[in-house]
């Protein structure tokens, strides 16, 4: 199993973060991908990266680009030169929560697509309520990478497809009422699919109000299994192979 994207630096996991890391074979983890989404946390991927199941992402989430500083596009670049920095990420746009102006968000979104080409690494892309203003930013840049947590409609699954992105499914495709999400998702080729859980966030629909792990990675694949009526351990094997060439593992 992977987890494309986990967040295992944060605070949530300060008293066990070395006990879940040391378990990942024995749960059947094969890596995890640590995502960044400011400065310090893109620093501390790369400082867990150290671990052999663990690869690094460095970028700024878009709640975060209003407290930028001068020089932070370098110090990104300067990280992205690490030999387990897989992707610049997450990076996006976000609607939802607007905590960063949107013309900001946009700005400094372009400003990391701009940088993911120049370094020739793949983005992982944090899209809410803006598929359509993300789509028209990402379309001019020559990137690709994935949907982290897709949740958006067939129009914008068909979009992001057709510009190679690969689609990140963890626990929301596992919640009781998003049959339409399932829907959505049974349209896109299963080797475009990702695994992720998004920990400490979004825990599955079992341990839903729990703290999310990278383990329970293992119930995005159940559903995907369900979603595309093939064995859990096939789906396995697919989202692994598609996570090495997305990161180019």
Known sequence: MVDTHAHLGMEDFETDREEIIKHFEANGIEFVVEVGYDLKSSIRSIDLSKNDRIYAAAGVHPHDVKDLEDGWIEKIEKLCKNSKLIAVGEIGLDYYRDLSPRE????????????????????????????????????????????????????????????????????????????????????????????????PYLAPQPVRGKRNEPKYVKFAIETLSSIFQMPFEEIEFITLKNAKKCFRI
């Open 104 to 199: 900001l968000q946009r700005k400094y979104f372009a400003f990391q697509l701009e940088l993911a080409q120049k370094m020739d690494l793949p983005v992982i892309l944090h899209i809410r309520d803006a598929y359509q203003d993300a789509y028209e930013i990402v379309k001019n840049y020559d990137v690709n990478g994935v949907i982290h947590s897709f949740n958006g409609t067939v129009d914008d699954l068909k979009k992001f497809l057709d510009l190679g992105f690969y689609i990140g499914v963890g626990g929301m495709a596992t919640y009781r009422k998003n049959d339409e999400l399932r829907r959505t998702l049974s349209l896109a080729p299963v080797d475009r699919i990702l695994t992720e859980t998004d920990s």
